[in-house]
């Protein structure tokens, strides 16, 4: 084989083959292969693979002599102590005597994954995610697999005794589009369209937006904004009105020849003049000649500062109206 | 004769091919099983993802991304250098550099419009395979994208005005030169945009809880990775575009039928894997700052990374970078054979050997891994009770200081190794001693900035409290000895002492950024660990010193020196040259495997704890498929650049057909 070029490529290919090899030892030396994903709904065993597996549980914690991480207590029985579900008795004990109220066992895990600051165990730092957020972003289900898991480690596994916050069931987000949004509270239409059109209300929605023949036209017409918009883009207008503004209704900055600045939505503009409405509803009719320049903007003429005068109950009847005009 | 010549085309040819039989062989036999899954299951999915022919979508963006990187770091990582030795050619008046410039500019230019294709098939292969993700992702980065586009195009321009206008500005250097230094900044910034991208969905920034982005465009390209990963991705484009050179250089010496070929080629080849190694060097901090970056935006992904499913992957790491140091020493040591006079340092190689090997050791020990109970058992314990210390942080931060020293000094015995004895400081001699001054004060300057950062560092402002302020004082004092310690060596340079100068500074320095740092560094990991961060920049920086004032010493005492004679370019060992072919391969596969990681990091998130992957593509590969998929790769991205710098020699003169000096 004289060719250096047939070498040189031998060379390479047993140099990117020893690699490979190199790999395939150590990826079966790690036990690092593909592994079972937890099935759907609640049982211990689905707990015991979220805990080995998408939980990360087991980058922290060791439970007795499997996995070895040290970064969180280990939750098995150690020479550091008893298992998990015997130290939460004891720990129970402790913060309901911190509470002034009855604490069990379990309620102590729950809260121990859902809120891990509450309470940190002696010689461990504050370091634990939240695991119903991302990213370990565990499901209602997955947790009450893993407290499931958890109460196997010296008691008995009892899934009527868990209770997963509301807070939990609440905040559970999945990722964009893959879950719809859903109003918090089912709001009353009736009370929103009153708030809607009532000109001395704290939304005054009327004085710009019409629905049928009933409104203002300074603002876009919602007469069947439920039917061509989603209720997660509906809330969204209302709390973040600058967030994306329909063609059209988008702001203008101008600055006078003799010095004022006006900001507000053009009405209307002829050949010499344009009409121009302020954030505070003012009309203003302006000659083109005493405009020095002129800049569109990224922002709504809607105030953006809606959640700080209308209750939650009052956003949400607001949204209930809206979902009516389809 | 033509009968001869077609002859020789056609062994040629039937050459490549057999190579390229071979390599398609090895590449099948790396991805038969995912070819053996796409023929069983073709399947769609409901989650924002499709399949391309039924293959993998992870794997097909794999392949096409990281061919990509490996390009752009190609493009990116060579203008550096070609810049830097054209204008070494231009100052010393010496036409090898030029002719060496011009000719890795013939390179990076012919790996330009496959780099730009590529980059352009990975955003159609996003949109086509990952149309949620997409439309999320471009959402963001819309206007970056035209500003992304706009300077590929400044880029493309001054590109191919730098390589065409070579001839025509020969005798117009200095503008030549401003030329490739705006390449090397057009390139830069192509970098900075890029990484920021790829490090939003590493830490998205500009997101309200509900995962909507409500940030501004600055708010995500300034994401809390994205000088980190900069940082990182510069150096190792550097020193990958050294090795790659390398490499082409010492193909080209093992097929090169003249003596004056060989003697390009060879100084070449030694010009890589200088590059490489100086940008290998400063590498490691780069990635344990990017690291700590990442334990900061997530302990979640950080725990993950070097204490869950990707700690395996750092021991294979570990053991690709030590071989680099390695094997770039080894490289060194065996080119001492053409400098006359280099027999006088053989003798101090075998402990650089055992320097080397025992450093690498120590930095692949594990601490951080998933153990069975019988591994536990076996070990005597969650870690061993007496080289589980060598695991700690503490401990890899002092050897890979361990491991840049003696790689340094091969580099200076290299230079001297011809030379019979130092010319004297004290000689009017005014410009060389103006340099040693001039990176005395540098040092003084660094060391200073740093000592002052440590005296001034409030604990709180690393969740400590009060009393641990103790540990930044003496970590502060040891800076002090060390500016103490240059100042006394540059006297000393000036005083004709340029030995006693280097001995005394580097003695300094090793104690202590290797010794007394090293072992502090286990009292301030279990006393007040979030200070490491800043232990591990005191070492590195103090090092850092010692690298700039050894050399600037050394260049002072030999400019001019007598030597026994001059270097022997051509006259090396074939091993030599298979040592810089197995750097490159080895770069190659170090970048790939920490792609992985990087992107594995990720888990079942496209972008990290804000869209969610929910396809069934969403899992973690294991190490063996990571070494399948980035050894492929390797063979891919080799054959194709191998083709591309074929095509670009068609229509260039063999260095034999020039007058070589």
């Known amino acids: ?326 | 004769m033509l009968d001869a010549s077609l002859a020789s085309t056609r062994r040629a040819a039937a050459i490549r091919l057999a190579a390229c039989g071979i390599a398609a062989a090895v590449g099948l036999w790396l991805w038969w099983p995912d070819v053996l899954w796409a023929i069983q299951s073709p399947m769609q999915s409901g989650d924002g993802v499709r399949t391309f022919f039924g293959l993998s979508p992870r794997r097909v963006i794999w392949v096409v991304a990281q061919l990509h990187l490996l390009f752009a770091a190609f493009v990116v990582g060579v203008p550096w250098f070609a810049v830097t030795v054209e204008i070494l050619g231009w100052r010393n008046g010496d036409p090898k550099y030029d002719r060496l410039a011009h000719e890795f500019a013939r390179l990076f230019a012919a790996a330009f419009a496959t780099t730009a294709a590529l980059g352009g098939l990975l955003t159609f292969t996003l949109i086509g395979l990952y149309p949620r993700f997409s439309d999320y992702f471009f959402g963001i980065f819309a206007p970056v994208m035209y500003i992304y586009g706009g300077i590929f195009l400044a880029e493309t321009a001054v590109l191919y005005l730098y390589y065409s206008s070579w001839e025509r500005l020969r005798h117009r250097k200095a503008l030549h030169i401003g030329l490739g230094l705006v390449l090397v900044a057009v390139g830069t910034v192509i970098v900075f945009i890029g990484s920021s991208m790829s490090s939003y969905m590493m830490a998205p920034t500009g997101v309200d809880e509900t995962g909507t982005f409500v940030g501004t465009t600055w708010q995500a390209l300034n994401n809390p990775l994205w000088i980190p990963v900069v940082i990182h991705r510069l150096l190792g484009n550097i020193t990958f575009g050294g090795f790659v050179v390398g490499a082409y250089g010492a193909v080209k010496f093992l097929t090169a039928k003249t003596d004056d070929a060989r003697a390009h080629y060879d100084w070449m080849g030694y010009v890589g894997n200088f590059v490489g190694l100086m940008g290998l060097i400063p590498l490691p901090f780069a990635g344990y700052y990017l690291g700590r970056e990442i334990y900061g935006v997530s302990p979640v992904m950080g725990n993950n990374m070097m204490g869950g499913d990707f700690s395996w992957a750092f021991i294979i790491q570990a053991m690709l970078v030590g071989l680099l140091f390695i094997i770039g020493n080894y490289y060194l040591w065996s080119g001492m054979r053409r400098i006359p006079g280099a027999e006088r340092y053989q003798k101090y190689i075998k402990y650089y050997i055992v320097i080397l090997v025992a450093c690498v050791a120590v930095w692949l020990t594990p601490r951080n891994l998933p153990l069975s109970p019988g591994e536990q058992l076996a070990i005597g314990g969650q870690v061993h009770p007496l080289l589980g210390v060598l695991g700690l942080m503490s401990t890899k931060n002092a050897v890979i200081n361990l491991i840049i020293l003696p790689t340094f000094l091969s580099f200076i015995l290299y230079r001297r190794a011809n030379k019979i004895a130092p010319l004297p400081l004290s000689q009017p001699r005014l410009g060389t001693k103006i340099s040693v001054v001039a990176a005395g004060g540098l040092c003084l300057a660094i060391l200073g900035w740093y000592a002052q950062v440590l005296f001034r560092l409030e604990p709180a402002s690393l969740d400590l409290a009060a009393d641990k302020v103790v540990y930044f004082r003496f970590t502060g004092v040891l800076v002090v000895v060390a500016m103490l310690a240059a100042i006394t060596s540059v006297i000393l340079a000036l005083r004709d002492r340029g030995h006693v100068a280097q001995g005394l500074y580097l003695a300094v320095v090793a104690t202590e950024s290797v010794g007394i740092l090293g072992v502090y560094g286990y009292i301030v990991t279990t006393a007040a660990n979030p200070f490491l961060r800043q232990l591990a920049a005191a070492q590195w920086l103090i090092l850092m010193t010692a690298l700039i004032l050894v050399t600037a010493i050394d260049l002072a005492m030999y400019r001019g020196a007598r030597s026994y004679g001059g270097i022997r370019w051509g006259d090396v060992t074939a091993k030599s040259q298979y040592a810089l072919v197995s750097l490159c391969v080895i770069i190659i596969m170090t970048m790939g495997m920490m792609a992985y990681v990087r992107s594995g990091l990720r888990e079942n998130w496209h972008i990290y704890g804000v869209l969610k992957d929910t396809s069934q593509w969403a899992y973690t590969p294991s190490i063996g498929v990571m070494v399948r998929m980035v050894g492929g790769i390797t063979i891919v991205f080799l054959l194709a650049i191998s083709f591309l710098f074929w095509i670009a020699g068609l229509g260039a003169k063999r260095p034999d057909e020039e007058s070589v000096d």
């Open chain 1, 1 to 326: 084989m004289k060719n250096p070029w047939i070498r040189v490529a031998l060379f390479v290919v047993a140099l990117v083959a020893l690699f490979v090899w190199a790999g395939e030892v150590v990826s079966r030396a790690s036990g690092s292969t593909l592994r079972a994903a937890p099935g759907e709904g609640i049982s211990l065993e689905n707990g015991e693979l979220i805990f080995w597996g998408p939980g990360k549980c087991h980058t922290c914690h060791a439970v007795g002599t499997r996995g070895r991480s040290v970064r969180g207590p280990n939750m098995g029985a150690s020479a550091d102590g008893d298992a998990m579900m015997i130290r939460a008795a004891q720990r129970a004990r402790q913060r309901s005597a911190e509470l002034g109220s009855d604490m069990t066992a379990t309620e102590y895990l729950v809260e121990s994954l859902v809120d891990p600051s509450v309470h940190l165990v002696t010689g461990f730092k504050d370091e634990m995610p939240i695991v119903y957020q991302p990213p370990v972003h565990l499901d209602p289900n997955e947790l009450t697999s893993v407290v499931l898991y958890l109460q196997s480690l010296g008691g008995q596994p009892d899934s009527a005794s868990i209770a997963i916050p509301r807070e939990v069931r609440l905040s559970r987000r999945a990722a964009l589009a893959v879950t719809p949004w859903q109003p918090y509270l089912e709001g009353d239409s009736a009370k929103g369209r009153a708030l809607f059109f009532d000109p001395d209300g704290r939304a005054r929605c009327a004085k710009c937006h019409r629905v049928g023949d009933e409104g203002g036209d300074i603002g876009p017409e919602l007469t069947a904004v439920a039917g061509t918009r989603t209720t997660q883009s509906i809330v969204e207008s209302l709390l973040q009105p600058s967030a994306s503004i329909p063609a059209g209704y988008e702001t203008e900055l101008i600055e006078t020849i003799d010095g004022r600045i006006l900001d507000g939505l053009v009405l209307r503009e002829t050949a010499d003049s344009l009409w121009l409405v302020t954030a505070l509803e003012e009309m203003l009719s302006l000659p083109l000649a005493n405009i020095a320049r002129r800049r569109t903007q990224d922002t709504s003429l809607m105030p953006d500062d809606l959640a700080d005068y209308l209750s939650v109950r009052q956003l949400h009847d607001l949204i209930a109206y809206l979902r009516t005009l389809e």
